[in-house]
């Protein structure tokens, strides 16, 4: 068996907005399906999921915040009251089991059991703030398990690369401040959520600890692959980080229904591969892929094959 993990809990179907939402429990099969179909499954060591509990969501949101989104879910809302993120009764429990998952992956990526993960995990985290939920998100994956790789395993730096197609808003502003963590994405700009200019470097001692990347609909490999490989990597050798998160989100493939932009599969594994080297050179091989976005269901389930593909090999 390789030394990729995976995680995909099948209870964060249960986070169900009806057939005709873009973030619907499909993602999940329409994913897992090709890796049992491609034999990619057997290939792969399966981690056990959990729920976060209070205390690590609090890592990155307010204790107000997690208060909130319990109340609203639980009293049958159909929205979200700090934005525009679409709930069922179940939506909590599986953002809590989203969250929990990335942490048990980070637990055996950092004891070393495991070179790499990847976390099938929905809903999606990076547009969800310390207070506030946004997008599909409400809470924020990656944001958390940074602040857990710190106070969990004593890790000094962690990289968060994002190549969503929609700007990582929620994790910039949870880093904004902080130098221990660098941030770096490439999205569509102008685009939801409308943030991540080029101007947004950070304040404090997190300045230049945040890098954005922002690109024109249509925009692809040239811009894309180029950005990762001339501005993050020489950025993330002077930063060093001792642990790689990437948002893996797959809405940037040509043909997305929410993104205009034009990455292939092979694109998504040269990424992959550039970050594994990254993370050879870097950290002992310790990177966590998330999952965020990716709406349609054969493109997300193609990228995801290529990426996990480039983890194993």
Known sequence: MSKTGLVADPAVKRHDLGPSHPEQPARFTALLNRLEETKLLAQLHRIESRSATDDELALAHTRHYIELVDRETTGHRSQLSTGDTDLCEHSAAAARIAAGSVLQAVDAVLAGELANAFCVVRPPGHHATADRGMGFCLFNNVAIAAR??????????????????????????????????????????????????????????????????????????????????????????????????????????????????????????????????????????????????????????????????????
Request: aromatic content about 10%.
């Open 148 to 313: 857990y790789a710190q106070e969990r395993h004593n890790v000094q730096r962690v990289l968060i690369a994002d190549w969503d197609v929609h700007h990582g808003n929620g994790t910039q502003d949870i880093f904004y401040r902080d130098g221990s963590v660098l941030f770096f994405s490439t999205h569509q700009s102008p685009w939801y959520p409308g943030t991540g200019s080029a101007s947004e470097r950070g304040e404090g001692t997190g300045a230049g600890k945040t890098i954005n990347c922002p690109f024109p609909a249509g925009s692809g490999r040239e811009e894309i692959v180029e950005a990762f490989e001339t501005v993050l990597l020489p950025a993330a050798e002077a930063f060093q980080p001792e642990l790689i998160l990437l948002s893996a989100g797959f809405d940037s493939r040509v043909g997305d229904p929410l993104g205009q932009f034009t990455l292939t599969d092979a694109d998504f594994a040269d990424l992959t591969r550039m970050m594994t080297g990254l993370a050879a050179r870097c950290c002992g091989n310790k990177l966590v892929s998330v999952l965020e976005g990716g709406y349609h269901l054969e493109g997300l389930a193609l990228a995801a094959e290529s990426h996990i593909r480039a983890l194993i090999y």
